[in-house]
């Protein structure tokens, strides 16, 4: 475990009360927990911007009686055989299609391969949910 550090901070009396109206509206149990995930947040933005292994999820809701569409798709996903862990695909209904691409690698691949899903005509929505391997933000 490591050796948790108190520290002090000076902050404006009107900045604090948007925090902790903030920290309320996040349902973080104190300040501490919500300025640990705020910095956890930005180390984490900062890995995307700069070289390195990240994971995350791409979602993507599109219709499957587009064919040339899930051809595609899949096509894309073969060029990426290793940053794509798994994909799930959830049927919402009769004709839209759910998939979940959960992806690990270079910041630059990952961004390039949901460009790439999200990008190919008839996809509804595409959404990259950024997130960390969690190695750098301990
Ligand atoms: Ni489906």
């Given amino acids: 475990m490591q050796k948790v550090v108190r520290f002090g901070v000076s902050i404006e009396e009107s900045l604090l009360k948007k925090f902790d109206h903030f920290i309320k509206e996040k349902a973080y149990t104190n300040r501490s927990e919500a300025i640990r995930s705020l910095i956890r947040q930005n180390l ?3 890995e995307w911007r700069e070289k390195g292994v990240v994971a995350g999820g791409i979602a993507l809701v599109y219709n499957h009686h587009k064919r040339e ?3 595609k798709l899949m096509d894309i996903q073969h060029d990426f ?13 009769h004709e839209n ?3 979940i691409v959960v992806v690990k690698g270079e910041a630059v691949e990952v961004e390039k391969l949901a460009n790439r899903l999200g990008s190919i005509k008839g996809v509804k929505h595409s959404v990259l949910a950024k997130t960390t391997t969690g190695k750098e933000i301990s």
């Fill in 81 to 93: 055989p290793h940053i794509v862990i798994s994909t799930q695909h959830i049927h919402l209904d």
């Fill in 69 to 71: 569409l899930v051809n």
């Fill in 97 to 99: 299609c759910l998939e």
């Fill in 44 to 46: 984490i933005e900062k």
